[in-house]
């Protein structure tokens, strides 16, 4: 089957509660529903959009967790991955950001999500550095852990 090319730009927010554990969500490819993943909440810069007005908006959108631009630390690095899912082959700029997130904000919502994301997302889980570096579970991107060890480091968080 072919695949149709898709390119996009994304921010990615990396919410740390109290204990420095990072919040990922838990899903699987449409095309694939037999091989869940763990990934990192954000998505596509809309138009007009910066990166960290679409951190803070698919923020709120993926996981019901209010912020503004200010709270947002970062960015920690930008990278460039291809991946299939749903159909398409996407070729997606991502860059991330980092918010300490207080104990009354962290209950997690999907309410706000779209309709194919709550069809394709089934869980979250707060993970810390040492439970990704030991889990043989997947997760994306595959140098999570030392992205959170950088942001960690670098004392920003508050």
């Given at each position: ?37 763990w990934f990192t909440v954000g998505g596509a810069v809309e138009d007009g959009e910066t990166e960290v007005g ?105």
């Open positions: 089957m072919t695949k149709i090319p898709l390119r996009r730009f994304t921010a990615r927010a990396l919410p740390f509660d109290e204990q420095d554990r990072v919040l990922l969500l838990y899903g699987f490819d449409p095309d694939r529903p037999d091989q869940p993943f679409a951190a803070v908006r698919e923020l709120f959108e993926e996981v019901g967790i209010r912020a503004d631009a200010d709270d947002l630390r970062g960015p920690y690095g930008t990278i460039t991955i291809t991946f299939d899912w749903g159909g398409y082959t996407i070729t997606q700029d991502q860059t991330f950001y980092a918010i300490r997130v207080a104990e009354a904000a962290s209950a997690v919502s999907f309410q706000h999500m779209e309709q194919i994301e709550k069809d394709t997302t089934t869980a979250y889980r707060w993970w810390s550095v040492a439970e990704l570096e030991s889990t043989e579970e997947k997760y994306f991107p595959e140098d999570l852990a030392d992205i959170v060890r950088k942001i960690i480091a670098a004392g920003e968080l508050g």
